[in-house]
């Protein structure tokens, strides 16, 4: 979702404003703007819309200089993409304030403040902040207690950053909900909603809590806690790589990351699987204890990290015996779900910050659960944090708003969470759990080999680039991937696609079919594959145009209307939901370019939802 950036400092700041927001731009946003206090004491105000490049342009023209400063990029949400909506937003030309996150009760403090007499330029729920802390600061001694007047008067999810050109030797932060980690330098220290916007200048970072309050100096930090008190937070340091955004020979970020992916997956399987054995202490040092009492799994996420979610399902109730539900976070809040004694909550998403994720596991935690569980990306995440066990995907930063490295390792990751509770409960034969740890193992080269295919997929997507729909089928545990490759050739060709078990084309999908909708099947050869031919017959039937991705030995040829492409041999039906997903992701991408869509940031999308 949006970026923030702040700097204090002994140089002028706008350099590393504009590198933070450069960082930042895999979160997904339509406008940037920066404030930076001058030497003069006056607030130098720079919003675009667009890209950061296009705020570049503005401050090549008129320059802001000074050594404190923030910067914002924004995605969205109270108002449309204007100028006048871009953060930072100014209060008396002395506060400025960026703000992620949906202050709920904005409405009525806007109307309060309206009555005072202060004007509103913007439709956002952002502006509000400005004008009440500037409104505060006629009553209150320093701009920390301005802010935290403030905060109390605020319901729902805030992560703000507040600049006083009257306190010229800091800011103040406040978050609720939503990330915020202070980065700390050497005579200079930072803020920002991402480490990634940082690591050029530091790895040392602290991650602030819920509730907490902190002013930012250039000689040091205080932080504060909900109740107002002095506290102390650790100091992490990040093992994050600097270089790891950038997008080296690769056209954009999704194709890297795409490529990424054996390595990826080699990496977050790497020691964790030994001699067949999965070592239960990367779970943790509480797995041994919560582990044998598994007794049933609910799974919780959004988005692709929902469709990881459907994948596992088969790998706890096929492999594991375990019974497994899978739920859409944002739906689960607003019902009572019933939990059964035994029951492992598990949160799945790439960023950790998800708002409706982190919202539900929280909930979760009044709920009778035996414990919490996340699998995620990024180690200094808000779920990582709260979670009683975590599995790192250690996918590496992933840039591309359409989610593929991150989906993937998490396949890989579930299939090590699913090892480690057979073995604590003793569900699977050793010699059985041996039989998939060398299939898991192997799952790197065969995607290797199924990254060869992409010449075939290149002349494939010439055929879809001038498509409106496309209809996706799948079986048993590749129906999830099919939903997973509906979803990647929406969200960056905006082609309308659907995915369905290929069991259900006769109870509606079957009457779109026609010889300009393209169906694309999944095709492992498993206990499922003779059923998938029949529903195949169905679309040819119709006249459809079938793109089938099968399996060396399933005994598909290339005829009138069927088009086919081989799989690399000998991928078993554990491997199966990993490695199909790879030709699937290939197929959007080359679609897209074709297209001329923004493949790495397509439209109306962010990477990491933090609002509801």
């Known amino acids: 979702m949006c970026g923030i950036v702040g700097v204090v400092a002994s140089r002028n700041v706008t350099p590393l404003l504009i590198e933070g927001l450069q960082r930042l731009r895999y979160r997904g946003y339509d406008s940037t703007g920066v404030a930076v206090l ?75 403040l309206s009555a005072k007499g202060y004007v509103f330029e913007s439709e956002t729920d952002t502006e509000i902040i400005a004008h009440l802390v500037y409104d505060l600061l006629k009553t209150c001694a320093t701009l920390v207690d301005a802010v935290r007047a403030a905060v109390r008067r605020f319901e729902g999810a805030y992560a703000i950053v507040v600049l006083d050109a009257q306190a010229p030797d800091r800011l103040v932060v406040a978050r609720i909900a939503s990330p915020l980690v202070v980065g700390l330098g050497d005579g200079e220290n930072y803020v920002a909603s991402d480490v990634q916007a940082l690591l050029p200048v530091t790895r040392r970072f602290q991650f602030l809590e819920e509730g907490d309050l902190a002013e930012i100096r250039r000689d040091g930090i205080s932080i504060f806690d909900a109740e107002g008190r002095p506290v102390e ?53 509480k797995a041994a204890a919560i582990l044998p009492k598994i007794t049933g799994v609910h799974i919780v996420a959004c988005g692709t990290s929902y469709h990881a979610g459907l994948v596992a399902r088969y790998y706890f109730e096929q492999g594991g015996r375990l019974p497994c539900t899978v739920e859409v976070a944002s739906e689960y809040r607003y019902r009572s779900p019933v939990v059964v004694p035994g029951t492992l909550f598990l949160a799945i998403s790439q960023s950790g910050e998800t708002a409706d994720t982190l ?31 975590v599995l790192m995907t250690r996918a590496g930063p ?14 890989a990751a579930l299939g090590l969470f699913g090892f480690a509770i057979a073995q604590a409960r003793a569900l699977i034969p050793p010699a059985t759990l041996a039989m998939y740890a060398r299939q898991l193992l192997h799952v790197p080269e065969l995607i290797e080999k199924t990254l060869q295919l992409d010449s075939q997929i290149q002349a494939w997507a010439q055929r879809f680039a001038t ?25 960056i060709s905006y082609i309308h696609a659907e995915a369905y078990p290929a069991g259900e084309l006769k109870h509606g999908p079957l009457a779109l079919v026609d010889a300009d909708m393209p169906v694309i099947a999944v095709a492992p050869n498993n206990a499922l594959l003779e059923k998938l031919k029949s529903n195949l017959q169905e679309v040819r039937a119709r006249g459809g145009q079938l793109f089938v991705f099968a399996d060396h030995d399933a005994g598909f040829k290339p005829s009138e209307g069927i088009d086919v492409i081989v799989m690399p ?27 001329g869509t923004d493949v790495d940031q397509p439209r109306n999308l962010a990477k990491s939802v933090t609002v509801e």
């Open 569 to 595: 041999e000998h991928i078993e039906a554990f491997q199966a939901p990993i490695v199909y997903t790879v030709p699937l992701q290939l197929l959007a991408y080359h679609v897209a370019v074709l297209r």
């Open 233 to 285: 937070r650790a100091v992490h340091a990040s093992t994050q790589s600097a270089d790891a955004v950038e997008r080296g020979p690769y056209a954009h970020y999704m194709l890297k990351e795409i490529y990424e992916q054996p390595r990826a997956i080699g990496d977050t399987l790497s020691e964790r699987l030994v001699h067949g054995h999965m070592l239960e202490a990367a779970l943790g040092p």
């Open 398 to 411: 992933e840039v591309g708003v359409a989610s593929t490295k991150a989906f993937t390792t998490q396949l």
């Open 467 to 491: 498509k409106n729909h496309a209809l996706f089928l799948g079986r048993g545990p590749t129906y999830p991937v099919a939903l997973e490759g509906a979803l990647k050739l929406k969200e």
């Open 359 to 389: 919202a539900a596991m929280r909930e979760a935690k009044k709920l009778g659960y035996l414990a919490t569980a996340v699998i995620c990306n990024v180690p200094e995440s808000s779920l990582v944090r709260e979670a009683d066990l």
């Open 38 to 112: 001058g030497a003069d004491g006056r607030l130098q105000v720079q919003r675009a819309v667009g890209k950061v490049e296009m705020l570049e342009a503005r401050l090549a023209l008129a320059p802001c200089v000074g050594t404190l400063g923030i910067a914002h990029s924004r995605w969205a949400t109270h108002g449309g993409v204007t100028e006048a909506n871009a953060h930072p937003h100014v209060s008396g030309g002395r506060v400025a304030v960026i703000h992620n996150g949906i202050i709920e009760n904005y409405e009525a403090i806007r109307l309060e």
